[in-house]
C-alpha cells in the first residue's frame, strides 16, 4: 500500500507541472466564433484565428465573415488583417457589400482576392 501511495505521488508530481505549464503553446491557432472591435466598430466571425504578437497580424480562417459600418462580406476562406495598417486582405469570399467605390485591377485575371482598409470607401479586387 506504501508503495502504491508513493507511485501515485511520484506520478503526481511528475506530470502536475506538465499539464500546468507544459500545454502553453501561443503558436497554435485558437478556436474562436467571434472577434470584435469596439474601437474600429467591426466585428469578424471566424472558425479559427491566428495572431502574430510581433508583426501585429491576425489570420482567420474558415468561413469567415466581416461587418463594419461602411464594408462587409461573408464566407471567405482566409483573412489577413493588420492590426497597425488596419488593412485586411481576403481570400475567396462568397459576396460582399460596400458603401463607396469598387476599383478592379485592370488587364490582369482576377483571382478573388480583395483588399479593404478599415473605414476606407473603396475596396481593391485583384
Not at 503558436?27 to 501585429?56: L, M
Not at 467605390?101 to 490582369?108: D, N, P, S, T, W
Amino acid at each position: 500500500m506504501k508503495n502504491l501511495l508513493l507511485i501515485i505521488l511520484g506520478l503526481c508530481i511528475f506530470t502536475c507541472p506538465r499539464i500546468s505549464f507544459g500545454q502553453t503553446d501561443f503558436d497554435q491557432p485558437i478556436e474562436i466564433a467571434y472577434v470584435k472591435s469596439v474601437e474600429d466598430e467591426f466585428t469578424f466571425i471566424a472558425t479559427k484565428s491566428f495572431h502574430n504578437d510581433k508583426t501585429k497580424e491576425m489570420q482567420l480562417s474558415g468561413n469567415v465573415d466581416f461587418q463594419s459600418k461602411k464594408f462587409e462580406f461573408t464566407g471567405a476562406e482566409k483573412v489577413i488583417y493588420n492590426e497597425t495598417t488596419k488593412t485586411m486582405t481576403v481570400f475567396s469570399c462568397q459576396g460582399f457589400t460596400i458603401d463607396g467605390k469598387v476599383i478592379v485591377k485592370i488587364g490582369e485575371k482576377l483571382s478573388n482576392i480583395l483588399e479593404y482598409t478599415v473605414g476606407d470607401d473603396k475596396v481593391y479586387l485583384f
